[in-house]
C-alpha cells in the first residue's frame, strides 16, 4: 500500500522558475526521504530528513517537513531541463523500520 | 552509477514461466530490498533481507521468493508468471540493519515482460 501522497501528480514549468511538490504521509516516521527516477532507471536518492528536523537544504533543493500535519514540500529552484524526471517522497515508518514506502510521485517537466 | 548491479536488464518471457532476478548490491551493505513498479500499482516493497535473514515482507505474492546468499548477493524468483507480472523489478541495498532506514541505493532495474 502507498504510504505517501504526492501533489501534484504532474507539473510542467519553464526553466529557471521553482517547482515545488507535496506530500503527505499516514503515520509516525523516523525520516522522510526524497527520491529522483529519470524515465525506466533507477531511483536516485536526493535528501533525507529526520522526524527531528523542520527544514534542510541541499544545493538547489529545500525540503520542509511538517510532522503535525504528516506533509513534506520538496522545492526546486531555478529549475534546469536536466532536472525533468518523477520525483518521489519516501517513508520510513516508525511501526516497519526496515522499509521504504514510496509515494506515487511527481511527474516534473522543465521545458527550456 | 549506485554501485548496484541487477541482472538481467531486460526479460520476455511466456505466462506459466519461471525467472530469476539477480542483485548484488553495493560493497560493504549488508541490507537488500526488492521492490516491483508498475505502472497501475506505482514503486511496491516486496522484501527485505539482512545479512542472510529476512527482515521485513511486503505486497509479495507466494509464487514469489527471494533469497540473499552468504556473499550478499540476492536473487528473486517469479514463478507461474502472469501477464500482470509485467513489470520493472528494482533491487536497492544500504548499510542499514533494519532499524530505522536510511539511504538506500537502487540498481537501474530488470524489465520483465511476460507474453
Known amino acids: 500500500s502507498q504510504q505517501g501522497e504526492e501533489d501534484p501528480q504532474a507539473l510542467s514549468i519553464q526553466e529557471g522558475e521553482n517547482a515545488t511538490m507535496n506530500c503527505s504521509y499516514k503515520t509516525s516516521i523516523n525520516n522522510l526521504q526524497w527520491y529522483r527516477q529519470n524515465s525506466g532507471r533507477g531511483l536516485v536518492h536526493l535528501i533525507l530528513i529526520r522526524s527531528n528536523e523542520r527544514e534542510k537544504h541541499s544545493g538547489r533543493l529545500r525540503v520542509t517537513l511538517d510532522t503535525s500535519k504528516k506533509s513534506s514540500s520538496l522545492l526546486i529552484t531555478a529549475s534546469r531541463a536536466a532536472d525533468t524526471a518523477s520525483y518521489f517522497c519516501a517513508t520510513d515508518e516508525e511501526t516497519s523500520g526496515s522499509r521504504l514506502t514510496f509515494g506515487e510521485g511527481t511527474q516534473l517537466t522543465v521545458n527550456p | 552509477d549506485s554501485g548496484v548491479t541487477q541482472t538481467p536488464k531486460h526479460l520476455i518471457t511466456a505466462t506459466g514461466q519461471r525467472v530469476t532476478l539477480r542483485c548484488s548490491p553495493r560493497s560493504g551493505d549488508l541490507s537488500v530490498y526488492w521492490y516491483q513498479q508498475s505502472l497501475d500499482q506505482g514503486l511496491q516493497f516486496l522484501i527485505q533481507y539482512y545479512n542472510g535473514e529476512e527482515r521485513a515482507k511486503g505486497n509479495i505474492l507466494e509464487r514469489f521468493s527471494a533469497q540473499q546468499f552468504p556473499d550478499l548477493h540476492s536473487e528473486l524468483n517469479l514463478s507461474s508468471l502472469e501477464l500482470g507480472d509485467s513489470a520493472l523489478y528494482f533491487c536497492?541495498?544500504?548499510?542499514?540493519?533494519?532499524?530505522?532506514?536510511?539511504?538506500?541505493?537502487f540498481g537501474e532495474g530488470s524489465w520483465l515482460t511476460v507474453v
Open positions: 536497492a541495498s544500504s548499510a542499514a540493519s533494519g532499524q530505522g532506514v536510511g539511504t538506500i541505493y
